[in-house]
């Protein structure tokens, strides 16, 4: 590391200790931007880290379609400490001939960055695979890491279908059972075969990794619209599975820690009304959950994600809505989740009819102690074949969500 960039990374990591203890104290901080200007191309669930230097890494993928089109791969942008602009564009993944999707990037504990991403077979979610790439040279501003290994993510889930009935003998006790019996047998029925157990695990959320150094991997099946995470106990170099969180449509997991070590896991709703977002939790490290139950929190069918910070608080950024992808907002938590105290737009579009989409958001906070959102951009309201998708990155301080919608107007 050069002297500059130590300099650096010294100053924010003192800047985020004082923070954090309250010792320091800023006015409301928010800053919005597009990492590339809008386009008519494709761009969509993107992730975003920041790597040891304090530069920031966003990935998504990129194409004329979402799945259905064979030339979709994972692109990536860099935003270095001390430069105000994204770097251009690079390709992170391409599998020749088939859709690439849903990125996730992560440091090990050896600070190495991780990609991981689905390789659709045949143009559906149902049919496709975990790949990933590990890389300990990823510094360089305009250029792909340097992947120095690569490969699958299979997996056969032990006891599988059994694990799913007895799931869903314990979740049918807290739902109309006659109201959702097709969707009951189908998923029984799904659950003994071996191709639909094994094939079609997404990923969408950051792991989780305990202070044991368990990563925890959140997946999803499209097949069986329901969730499982994949568990790793030496740093990546071999996976094994939880226990499914079986319920109707509890897709896309995002993972917290409490204090007392319990693990939460909220998810999409892809499923019945009530629209609300899922929940479930686990009392041994993330092998075995709860049936998921709602929340009082909205959710029209649409990613989130939940981050722990510096302070304790929890970070929630989801669509805070019933219907449609039109309001995007951050909920701070001081409580593990038993309250959202306070809740700021990062975009909100009332005009109805698809208007604009602001969806599929990734969460961080930087050793700075701000926090970073990249979400899905989609304006559409604008005339068929006009540039209208980007990926955005907003930045935003605590006390910014704190003083919420009325008191503060973003700035542009």
Same mark, same amino acid.
């Given at each position: ?13 003192? %800047? ?44 998504? !993928? +990129?194409? #004329? =379609?979402? +799945? ?87 997996? %056969? ?21 006659? =109201? ?25 959320? +950051? *792991? ?33 599975? #939880? ?116 969806? !599929? ?15 899905? !951009?989609?304006?559409? +309201? ?29 700035? *542009?």
């Amino acid at each position: 590391m050069s002297l500059r960039r130590f300099v650096i990374a010294l100053v924010v990591t003192i %800047a985020f200790i004082l923070g954090s203890s309250g010792r320091m104290s800023a006015a409301p901080f928010f800053r919005t931007e597009l990492i590339f200007p809008l386009e008519k191309w494709h761009n969509h669930a993107s992730c975003i880290l920041e790597l040891p230097s304090g530069d920031l890494l966003v990935t998504w !993928y +990129h194409g #004329s =379609a979402e +799945h259905t089109a064979d030339d979709v791969r994972i692109e990536g942008a860099r935003k270095v400490v001390g430069i105000q602009s994204w770097s251009q564009r690079f390709t992170m993944a391409d599998s020749p001939n088939f859709p690439d999707g849903n990125p996730i990037v992560f440091l090990d504990r050896k600070q190495q960055l991780w990609l991981v991403w689905s390789m659709i077979v045949a143009n559906d979610w149902r049919a496709s695979f975990l790949k990933y790439r590990v890389s300990a040279d990823y510094r360089r501003r305009d250029e792909t890491p340097v992947w120095k290994i690569g490969d699958t993510l299979l997996f %056969a889930p032990r006891d599988f279908r059994s694990d799913v009935r007895r799931g869903l003998a314990a979740y049918i006790k807290t739902i109309p059972v006659a =109201a959702h019996a097709d969707r009951i047998v189908s998923l029984t029925n799904l659950a003994g075969d071996k191709f639909i157990s094994r094939m079609g695990w997404v990923s969408r959320s +950051h *792991p989780l990794v305990l202070p044991t150094g368990r990563i925890l991997l959140p997946l999803y099946s499209d097949s069986l619209s329901l969730s499982m995470m994949a568990i790793s106990d030496d740093d990546g170099q071999s996976w094994t599975t #939880s226990k499914p969180i079986v319920g109707i449509g509890n897709i896309q997991p995002t993972l917290v820690r409490k204090n007392n070590r319990t693990l939460v896991a909220y998810m999409r709703n892809a499923g019945p009304p009530p629209r609300r977002l899922y929940v479930s939790f686990s009392n041994d490290e993330g092998f075995t959950w709860s049936p998921p139950s709602l929340t009082n929190l909205p959710n029209p069918g649409s990613a989130s994600e939940v981050i722990r910070l510096g302070n304790g608080y929890w970070a929630l950024v989801y669509n805070d809505a019933e219907e449609g992808r039109h309001s995007l907002a951050v909920s701070l938590s001081d409580d593990e989740g038993k309250s959202w105290r306070w809740t700021r737009h990062l975009e909100r579009d009332n005009r109805g009819g698809g208007a604009g989409q602001f969806h !599929y958001p990734s969460i961080i906070q930087t050793r700075d102690g701000l926090i970073h959102v990249s979400y899905s !951009y989609f304006l559409e +309201h604008l005339p068929e074949g006009a540039p209208r998708k980007a990926i955005k990155h907003v930045t935003f301080s605590l006390d910014w969500v704190k003083a919420r919608d009325s008191q503060i107007s973003k700035k *542009p």
